[in-house]
């Protein structure tokens, strides 16, 4: 068990500069390509723009004045869009505890009855599992009992590590600290959910940074078991950040140093309306991660989906087969104990949407996917 957690976050990490070194000395060619290619079908619920912090590179939150929230017909109505459509997935992420920052949001839950984006976003994970899709919510930086609550409703959790490194693109009066992501990751762990993390390329880290974040992953999976997923995700250009986005080489380097440096029964997981997927392919990518056939990707919304069948090009070029998966992955459901009994329950056969769930975990096909 660990004891109550009063050191600095990071020092809590044991990473040494030694581990760090050789990381840093690994490439492409120190790794093989991964033998299949996963991907989930996903619709995209982007339940507040409203967000405590300003990340430089991000264009999804919206100042005070504009933020909005979606109302539960808002949120019913994408849902049932993406259950019509075969998806498995409600992606839920937005901007980070609004409340805390925004007064007309806190008032507009307050109306609703709610005390927080948690308690709401919990009610929302309702309404999916109801319609026929399994929460996966990313909702910032979380508390131990608010990732408690909220993994009750939720098929798995996430939120990505970005750096471990103090970025300038993480200033301002309100900002994302390693220490606090960190913490957010480690709470996943003690609660026991199946958890995404990742690090964002090219926000001012350098490789060393780039292999310290993915240790520090490492070491919190050596502790927990929980990580099913690492994102290695690039920044990519919009009207906030006009720095340009990490080259295929670069990205080629760290998805190597990510393969190397997490256990093979984590994925690898890149995001392909974001980078050259085509040409990181071969340096252990093993997943691309969420894809919707009916929503944007309403953090990068200049970045379209590529089609189903933009996937398949993808995974025949590669020669390896394409599956689809759940946003949960298979080990933790067989596992037994990782997922709550409500999660559990949609997935049992004898249910409407459970059949469809257990063929895409047992077969990777989705019999009402269009
Ligand atoms: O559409 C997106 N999906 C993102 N996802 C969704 C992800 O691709 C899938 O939902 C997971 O693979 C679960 O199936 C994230 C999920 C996380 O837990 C953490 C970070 C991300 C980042 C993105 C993202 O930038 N865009
Ligand atoms: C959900 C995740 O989206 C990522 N994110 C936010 N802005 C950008 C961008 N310009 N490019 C790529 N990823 C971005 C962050 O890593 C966040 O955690
Ligand atoms: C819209 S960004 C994703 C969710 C959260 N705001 C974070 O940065 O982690
Ligand atoms: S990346 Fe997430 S935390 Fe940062 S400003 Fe955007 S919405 Fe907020």
Not at 55 to 76: H, I, K, N, Q, W
Not at 156 to 177: C, F, I, N, W
Not at 246 to 254: G, V
């Amino acid at each position: 068990m660990q004891e109550a957690d009063t050191r600095d976050p990071l020092d809590a990490i044991d990473v040494t500069p030694h581990d760090v070194d050789r990381l840093c000395a690994v490439d492409s060619n120190d790794v093989d390509p991964a033998p299949r290619l996963s991907f989930s079908r996903n619709v995209f619920v982007p339940l507040t723009t409203a967000c405590r912090y300003t990340c430089t590179y991000c264009t999804y939150f919206d100042p005070p004045g504009e933020a909005s929230l979606m109302s539960r017909e808002d949120v019913r109505q994408v849902l049932e869009t993406g259950a019509d459509a075969g998806c498995t997935e409600a992606l839920f992420t937005f901007g980070d505890k609004p409340d805390d920052r925004y007064d007309a949001i806190h008032d507009q839950l307050d109306e609703w009855g709610h005390d927080s984006i948690h308690d709401y976003l919990y009610e929302m994970c309702e309404l999916a599992l109801d319609v026929g899709l399994l929460p996966h919510s990313n909702p910032g930086d979380l508390q131990h009992d608010e990732m408690a609550m909220l993994a009750e409703v939720n098929a798995s959790m996430g939120v990505m590590l970005e750096t471990t490194a103090d970025v300038g693109a993480h200033a301002g009066p309100r900002q994302k600290t390693p220490e606090q992501r960190l913490d957010t990751i480690r709470a996943a762990g003690e609660v026991g959910i199946p958890f995404t993390t990742g690090i964002l390329v090219g926000i001012g880290e350098d490789w060393e940074d780039r292999a310290e974040s993915l240790l520090a992953i490492r070491e919190l999976n050596e502790q927990y078991g929980h990580i099913q997923e690492v994102l290695v995700q690039p920044v990519v250009e919009n009207e906030r950040w006009n720095s340009p986005t990490p080259d295929a080489e670069i990205l080629r380097r760290a998805v190597a140093m990510a393969r190397v440096a997490l256990p093979e029964d984590v994925s690898i997981q890149v995001p392909p309306n974001l980078a050259p997927v085509r040409e990181v392919l071969d340096c252990g990518v093993d997943d691309l991660g969420g894809v919707s056939p009916v929503t944007d990707d309403h953090i990068n919304p200049d970045y379209a989906w590529p089609g189903l069948d933009e996937l398949e090009a993808i995974a025949g070029e590669a020669g390896v087969p394409l599956d689809e998966r759940l946003p949960v992955y298979e080990r933790f459901v067989d596992d037994g104990g990782w997922i709550d009994e409500r999660i559990e329950a949609a997935l049992a056969a004898d249910t409407v949407h459970g059949e469809r769930f257990r063929s895409v975990l047992e077969h990777g096909e989705n019999p009402a996917g269009v």
